[in-house]
């Protein structure tokens, strides 16, 4: 029995298609798998991108609390500009005019003091010091203290959080040290 060659050549078409089909289908699935695959790497991305603008925005409400003694004298209102509620600053980080992270400061919280003797005061070296001086005492007006501060940082878009935490040794006055850091 021989073939009619039409018909051998009809069925090597047939598997011809077959197998370019196939071929299609895995090449139309690595497409789309590296598709998504690029998608997932995107949203990591753009999620550490808001942590870290978070993270950044905590860090610069603990440093403008730390440019000034404010938390010591009046640890309920740590910033001289809040926004909507004290110790709250809020961040607009692409330049839209709306608020994109919120950082919410916790009163500071007092570590330790140390009382300082109106021996170790330099009021030559650093003049403000001279205010601290007791005559005719062993203990000054001042005290060393060591507190923390606290900073949970919000993005309002992606609801990142980072809480970011800062200790600080100050030189401050005994008043300061009665009313915000009672021991």
Not at 84 to 94: I, M
């Amino acid at each position: 029995m021989t073939m009619r060659p039409d018909i051998e050549t009809g069925r090597q078409q047939g598997m011809v298609l077959l197998i370019a089909l196939i071929m299609l289908l895995a090449i139309t699935l690595m497409i789309v798998t590296a598709s998504n695959l690029v998608q997932t790497n995107l949203k990591v991305v753009h999620n550490m991108e808001s942590r870290e603008q978070a993270r950044y925005a905590a860090l610069s409400a603990i440093e403008e609390a730390l440019s000034s003694d404010r938390f010591t004298s009046s640890p309920g209102n740590m910033f001289i500009v809040s926004c909507e509620d004290a110790n709250q600053k809020c961040y607009d980080t692409n330049g839209d005019g709306e608020t994109d992270v919120r950082v919410l400061m916790s009163a500071p919280r007092c570590v330790m003091v140390s009382p300082t003797k109106n021996s170790e005061l330099r009021p030559y070296q650093y003049p403000a010091e001279a205010t601290c001086y007791m005559p005719a005492a062993v203990y000054s007006q001042c005290a060393e203290s060591v507190w923390e501060l606290r900073a949970v940082a919000t993005d309002l878009v992606t609801g990142a959080e980072v809480v970011a935490r800062q200790g600080v040794s100050i030189k401050t006055t005994l008043n300061n040290i009665d009313t915000a850091c009672p021991l």
